[in-house]
């Protein structure tokens, strides 16, 4: 559950606040999904565009290289199982460096992501979002006239 979520874009860093709520245990492995569909702007047309897994989700929540990328601002930190109770995301900072590799601001980006179990394959965990890309330069490398 994501309750009262907001993503904000800084000059060098996005950051990510909000409350993921867990109800239950949730035991691992887990398996991490992410969907991208690329749609034009005016979402008259989407289209498949790329998928990233992992079966390791698990062990990703203790590499410190991935923890410092995504999960650098959350309390409790996220552990498998995962315990019930609140996860706070404060100022949580992302590496969006792979995401601004996509082909720029003419197109709107739906992303569906899933965490399921494994061995049930039930899943835990969904979310869906829009982006768009907006490529912002500094005045210092416009053209004066």
Partial sequence: MLPNYSVSSYSAENTFNCTLRSSEEIEG??????????????????????????????????????TARFLNSVSPPLTCPTKPGDYVFLNNKWDLSAVVRLPGSAYRWNIVTTVDQIATGRTVFCSEMMARIVVLRKKSNRIKH
Avoid: G, H, V, W
């Avoid at 492995?29 to 989700?57: G, H, V, W």
């Fill in 29 to 66: 492995p887990l398996k991490y999904t992410a969907t991208i569909q690329r749609c034009e702007m005016d979402l008259s047309k989407c289209e498949f565009f790329n998928t990233i897994e992992t079966d390791a989700l698990c062990e990703l929540f203790s590499d410190p290289t991935f």
